[in-house]
């Protein structure tokens, strides 16, 4: 191909790359301000295929034993000051309690309860937002020397599946919940909550009950020490009670459900996922998100890419090219999901399917892109290599 007709062929590529970005552009805004396709956008929202990779845990994890659970069931809170006594025998770095007492019950069980928190040291409590007004613990439990911190995993309430961690609010002015317990435990400073934690990062889970160490509240009491809890991060808070497998209380949507799409029953108490979420700071594998103008830039190339080639392709054999064309963009797709996984196991978090339907679309619009240069073509005088 002479020097002349490859630029002609640069030229026609780039067109049809700002065309497929264009088509794209008013796709995506008919998309999310249409109100009959909610239900569809509702669906995009709920799915990314990197909940494949923790699904079917390819992470391939290890047990985190630097945290451990107390499956407080529905204890009452004289059951609940004695294990909290007990695991303050073990010396943990520090206790969170994701339980929230709204209301006075009886004085002496209160009384009680009181008491042990308030000798509680490294003692995290917890609230959540709910709408405009926030829900805390009574006034009478309000500990001095404690810390709080929001238990929200979605504070838009926008997102059934929960994928991000946000550290800091700056509408509450507040640190979430495991963010105090790192503070805490001293695996983190403010500093680091300043510089990483003010805006969502992915979690990277490991998994869920079984990954890390758990102990219900009747065998708390039962020991006279549980070693394991010594310098370990305690989180005390609803694992399920009879039958785990259709108790939903706090349970929440994430990326371990192995129902990808069409998700119906929730997968993961909230306890578990604050643990997740400890665990990638004492793991140090904290994600990186790709930012979106890397996404789009990678995505910009490709596409070019992918239609100068396919291109050059359609000028030898057009033929071929309808055969070959569908191989193409399935073989590509498969590809670029793999180099995801692939990053995701290097802890880098790149969201792959705007690449892959902008660069599918970009091979869509070829044959439109040849109707549009053809009648340029004879209204206009336009010249291409593909009318040639």
Known sequence: ?????????????????VMTFVIAGILYFTFINLAVLDPFEKAFKDFKFTDIFYSERFNSSK???????????????????????????NNPKALGVDIIFKDLKL?????????TLSRTPNLVLSYYKDGDSIVENHDYFNIPDASKGYINLDLEGQNTVVRDFLGY???????SFSAELLLKSGQIDTDFIDQRLKKPIPINYIGGDDMFLSFDIEEVMASETIPAMKNAIVLLGYLGD???????????????????????V?????????????????????????????????????????????????LKNNFVFDIIQRPIQLVFSVLLLYLALLLLQTNIYLDVIP???????????????VYLVEYLNKKFGWQSMLLS
Not at 107 to 115: G, N, P, V
Not at 277 to 303: E, T, W
Request: aromatic share 10%.
């Open 355 to 369: 690449i892959i339907l902008l660069c599918l679309l970009g091979l869509e619009m070829i044959d439109y892109y």
């Open 266 to 314: 929730p997968d993961t108490y909230g306890v578990t996922i604050h643990a997740n979420i400890m665990n990638m700071f004492l793991s140090k594998s904290l994600l990186y998100r790709a930012p979106n103008f890397i996404i789009y830039l990678i995505a910009i190339i490709l596409c070019f890419g992918l239609t100068y080639v396919t291109m050059k392709l359609y």
């Open 1 to 17: 191909m002479s020097k002349i007709k490859a630029n002609q062929l640069v030229k026609d590529a780039f067109l049809s790359t």
């Open 169 to 175: 609010n700056k509408n509450l002015d507040a640190h």
């Open 242 to 264: 009879e039958n785990p497998e259709f108790d939903i209380e706090d349970k929440h949507f994430t990326p371990l459900n192995k129902a990808w799409v069409g998700r119906a």
């Open 63 to 89: 047990r985190s034993d630097n945290i451990v659970l107390v499956n407080v069931k529905h204890a009452n809170r004289f059951e609940l000051a004695q294990a909290i006594d007990k695991v303050n025998g």
């Open 107 to 115: 004085a002496f069980t209160d009384s009680i309860l009181k008491e």
